[in-house]
């Protein structure tokens, strides 16, 4: 009864006619600058903080928290339509939501992302509500021996979502991995594997990365396409209607992704983009059909969607109840909170629970809005396919030049953005997925970072990884995964021999 008493007092202060106002401002603009490849809320974030001193506090916050989670409903249009994401944890949408584009189903894609986005967060906010005592005590158990683990899991998972050969997941994997360690040690201060160049001290850009390897090299491979006319089907809410097999498909995949997402974003220094990644390669394990999947699955678009939404609503977890910021975003809203004279932490629910409870219930408002403000603006998306390639090609090179360059003000990212594009296109002709490299890219560096910190803590036992329980397990499920690939592997060979002898076998008797 208590969390419906304080659910009702954070209901009053939500629904002031002010912080309503503050709550649609945010989310219509996370919506545009989603929408927006490479900008991002992290820069939207950043430029509206200095405007956030004039307006009272718990507006100012619900603002900003608004930009984040609206930016991540729009992050995937882009990367359905365009095949252009504007943010890693976007980037799995592009590897069945733009299969769906192609045949003609960009509006049920469109729709689908809606509401598996609305799914998402309600599932984690509701967990938000709930159990954030709990989800921070686990969180408090997690060292860096349970970290290591948990990524290294993540990466084994990772090469499975290659479509084709394990071999060339594990192989993008290694170089994503490869690529994470230019730069700077965090360490010693030594630059590694920069060249000597020296805009590579600080390491290679990750939007350049994700766009170069999706959006530059789909440019690239689609040059000859370059005098058809663009082509998008007439939307209407009929066409966008998704078919009883598209909801029987996706109704399970979404509270998989919710609960991934929930479970990922609540521990501080993961984010949603290991949470997507986890839930797209979660579903191509259990799915019956897994060659689907990277030709238009559907639930390969909702279960990520549902499970990155749901991060971002938990990632508020370790920000709000241990003032532990879990990405460059969550550190941003720390600040403003700080900056606003509220202190995060294991008191703040106690001393502020009107302004603790007011953010969860406008996290649910905002959501409300989104789901309202999205599905009309599905047909104004699409349209962009109407535009001529001739003219839109250029318009996205445009865009992600200013996206890349917008991160760190500096024209070697244009640069290294075309290197890039330039390889996933020669990547995508040898049939070497891109989705793999990006995560081994993401997770590589904080991998390196919680190995050393786990071996320090342990002088240098190794052990450290098998004796404690919650890393074993991790471990445990990284092995069976892997065991699980390779019996695949294996049985599938079997098969195509057993095939391919039968076939002969016919031959010969018909001869």
């Not at 020296?198 to 689609?222: Q, T």
């Amino acid at each position: 009864m208590e969390i419906f008493a304080n659910l009702a007092a954070g209901f009053d202060a939500a629904v002031a006619p002010v912080t309503l106002m503050y709550c649609f401002i945010g989310v219509l603009l996370g919506t545009l600058v989603g929408v927006l490849p490479g900008i991002g809320a992290l820069a939207t974030i950043s430029l509206l903080l200095p405007i956030t001193y004039h307006i009272p506090p718990g507006a100012a916050i619900i603002m900003l928290a608004g930009v984040y989670y609206g930016a991540c409903y729009g992050g995937s249009t882009a990367s359905i339509l365009l095949n252009l994401p504007g943010t890693p944890s976007a980037a799995v949408a592009c590897l069945d939501g733009y299969p769906m584009s192609k045949q003609g189903r960009a509006g049920v894609a469109l729709f689908m992302t809606t509401i598996a986005s609305f799914v998402g967060a309600f599932i984690g906010l509701v967990i938000l509500a709930l159990f954030t005592p709990s989800i921070s005590e686990l969180g408090l158990k997690f060292g860096p021996a349970e970290y290591f683990s948990m990524m290294l899991l993540g990466l084994i998972a990772a090469s499975t979502l290659a479509s084709g050969s394990p071999a060339k997941g594990i192989s993008m994997v290694v170089l994503g991995l490869l690529l994470g360690m230019v730069g700077t040690d965090v360490n010693s201060g030594v630059p590694r594997f920069d060249f000597d160049i020296p805009e590579l001290m600080d390491g290679i850009n990750l939007v350049a990365l994700a766009m170069g390897v999706f959006g530059v090299s789909e440019v690239i491979a689609s040059i000859n396409n370059i005098r058809r006319e663009g082509k998008a089907e007439r939307i209407t809410m009929r066409s966008m209607m998704p078919t009883k097999e598209d909801w029987r498909r996706s109704i399970a995949p979404m509270l998989r992704g919710s609960g991934i997402g929930s479970f990922f974003g609540a521990l501080p220094g993961t984010g949603s983009s290991i949470a997507s990644f986890m839930s797209y390669a979660l579903e191509k394990k259990v799915a019956k059909e897994p060659e689907r999947f990277g030709k238009g699955a559907i639930e390969g678009v909702t279960a990520p969607e549902s499970a990155n939404n749901a991060a971002v609503q938990t990632a508020f977890v370790p920000t709000l109840s241990l003032g532990i910021p879990g990405d460059a975003v969550m550190a941003l809203m720390l600040g403003a909170l700080i900056i606003h004279g509220i202190q995060p932490g294991p008191l703040m629910i106690t001393e502020q629970p009107v302004l603790y409870w007011g953010l969860i219930v406008s996290f649910i408002i905002g959501n409300i809005m989104l789901l309202i403000l999205n599905i009309p603006l599905i047909g104004v998306w699409v349209s962009i396919l109407r535009i001529p390639y001739r003219v839109l090609y250029p318009a996205i090179l445009v865009f992600i030049s200013l996206g890349v360059y917008s991160v760190n003000n500096n024209t070697f990212d244009i640069v290294m953005v075309a290197i890039i594009g330039a390889i996933g296109y020669a990547m995508s002709v040898l049939r070497f997925e891109a989705a793999p490299l990006l995560l081994g890219f993401i997770l590589g560096p904080m991998m390196e970072e919680y190995l050393r910190r786990a071996l320090l803590l342990s002088r240098g036992d190794p052990m450290v990884f098998v004796e404690r329980p919650i890393s074993a397990t991790l471990l445990a499920c990284g092995v069976g995964l892997l065991v699980w690939s390779i019996w695949g592997v294996v049985k599938r060979t079997a098969r195509e021999r057993a095939e391919e002898a039968a076939g002969t076998s016919a031959a010969t008797q018909s001869t």
